[in-house]
């Protein structure tokens, strides 16, 4: 049974506007999540986290929000650039261990 | 630049061979996670060492599967007799405990494996 579950297998956003990346998950034990950006070839790079005490977290133009009694977690990038087209993993900290999603393909339309 | 170095960035290889990745951390990291990433996935945990000690192995780990981190530097990956169910990319991780992030993880590049 998947922890952390991703619905949106990928977005289509116009430069300039909001991109809203959505995230659910099923453990209320965790300490923290965090998001992953990924480009083809590379791995995953940290982008933001956010700890179970905190309700959001912002760093530039990305923000993250956590809604513990829904069980869900959004990353909002504002505005966004062609250069955020990507693939985003959200993940769970649990311990020593990292839980990722299966992630949503961004795409930021011209 | 000196983050983390996988090697070799892709291998193809038939059933039945072994092959071996190797990890090199970013140099005052202390833990060092491998993982693996199949098409349509996010990356799985496989294991995680902290200097050389080897402290958790994932199910999916089985026993064809050999890690190791010998001085607390860089690791190696084995897999002995390769299926093709095998094929991924195979991803390390490392971090600092107490670091400034929640011991936030920086990934390497992977290695693709493929086995024909």
């Known amino acids: 049974d998947q922890q952390v579950k991703q619905n949106s297998p990928s977005l289509s956003v116009q430069e300039g506007r909001i991109s809203i990346l959505n995230c659910d998950y099923t453990n209320s034990m965790f300490d923290y999540f965090l998001w992953y950006k990924k480009y083809p070839a590379e791995g995953p790079t940290f982008l933001i986290s956010i700890s179970s005490i905190k309700d959001k977290n912002e760093d530039g133009r990305f923000t993250v929000f956590l809604n513990k009694s829904a069980k869900h977690l959004s990353l909002h990038i504002v505005p966004s650039q062609p250069g955020d087209s990507a693939v985003y993993f959200c993940a769970e900290g649990l311990g020593d261990k990292i839980i990722f999603g299966k992630g949503t393909r961004l795409h930021i339309l011209p | 630049d000196t983050g983390v170095s996988q090697n070799p960035r892709h291998k193809i290889t038939k059933r039945g061979q072994n092959v071996t990745f190797r990890c090199d951390p970013i140099?005052?990291?202390?833990?060092l996670y491998w993982y693996r990433q199949t098409l349509g996935q996010g990356p799985e945990f496989l294991t995680y060492f902290q200097n050389e000690a080897q402290l958790e192995k994932s199910r999916l780990l089985s026993d064809r599967f050999s890690a190791e981190r010998p001085k607390g530097s860089f690791s190696t990956l084995e897999i002995q007799r390769t299926e093709q169910g095998d094929s991924a990319m195979y991803l390390c991780a490392s971090s600092q405990v107490g670091g400034p992030i929640t011991d936030t993880q920086y990934f390497g590049p992977g290695t693709r494996l493929t086995v024909l």
């Open positions: 140099s005052e990291h202390n833990r």
